[in-house]
């Protein structure tokens, strides 16, 4: 007789040796044997491909307008594998031949939904196109941590840099290093270049509620080539999910909290729109960058890509590029600087082709700057 121990056979099994998933095998077989067990864990596994299948629904017809749609943009979508784990653990315990759902699942979720991107090495630019490193950055500027923000520009070395909560970000270190380049303000923004600058227009955005929101539109010259360049930032969803999130000591005011989430969407999709109108407009190529607070399946997004212009991330990027959520836990966990949302993004029009696009440092801000090469196609 051969002997095996307890830690042996539950390996065997299945279940890794985890005490959990022992206790939920046996409870299953119990309540109604092996075929009771393997139908709920494949009916779970339907529900949980359901799921999976209704979120992505969603992030294709625009889930801004759903309160839950909206609320899972801005939510770490990593934490959508976590079911896929347990039931591939659970159907490696009482039914192993379906256990491929829950897996496909979780690859799905890895993949379009976290948004992730692979795009192939792009070709050197042909004699006569012009070439263009633009990176924009949402810096909640304070003075201490000009350093770290003046490190990070001169690693990357772009010729365009486009800042956003940029407010008197120019009256230290930042305005010595620009000092010598094309430079324009207004409130928030900034726009420096090593290419010259004109027509700056300072264009009102809609907003509900006190208080007015702008972009900045300019152009650029690149030698012969003249390239209208924006300046972006969209309102902010933040009071909307405090909202929801207060919500959890007052269940009954979730209902309100959603309807502010959507109401907050809708004033950002108009946003969206408004820019949108201008863009049709251009004569030109066009490049926008900034904080428009909205991930890449939101409607914001999709109405600017309605508009002409593709994200530069999604054609010249790898990876999942997220660029915000690295500050949101610094106080419960300080260790923990992983950003879960892709909110700041760089676009253009048909004319660019984005051959690499990444992010930057998470040390001098809560969001982390975008950066792209972008090769503007020769006439």
Known sequence: MIFRSRTEDSRNDGTFGLPAFQGVGRRLSRRGGPLKAAFVVRFLSLIYGLILAAISFLNWKGPDFFWLGALNLYLPQVFWTVPG?????????????????????????????????????????????????????????????????LDEITRCSPDVVLFQDAYRSLRGPLGNYFRKWHVYTSEQYVIASRHPLSHLEVIELPLAGRGKQQFLRCRVYLGPRVVSLYNIHFVTPRQSLNAIKATRKRIGDLPEAGSTLVRNAKIRTAQAEAVAKYLRDEPGPVILAGDLNAPDPSRVCATLREAGLHDAFAEGGKGYGYTYGHFLLKDRYPWLRVSWMRIDHIMASSGFTARRCWTGTGRASDHRPVIADLILKSL
């Open 85 to 149: 784990i347990l039931l591939t653990l659970l159907s490696l315990k009482v039914d192993r031949s379906w256990r491929w759902i829950p897996i496909l699942c979780i690859l799905w979720v890895l993949g379009p939904i976290m948004g992730f991107c692979w795009s192939p090495d792009r070709p050197e630019p042909a004699p006569g196109d012009a070439t263009l490193r633009i990176m924009t950055w949402n810096i909640k500027y304070k003075a201490p941590k000009s350093t770290i923000l």
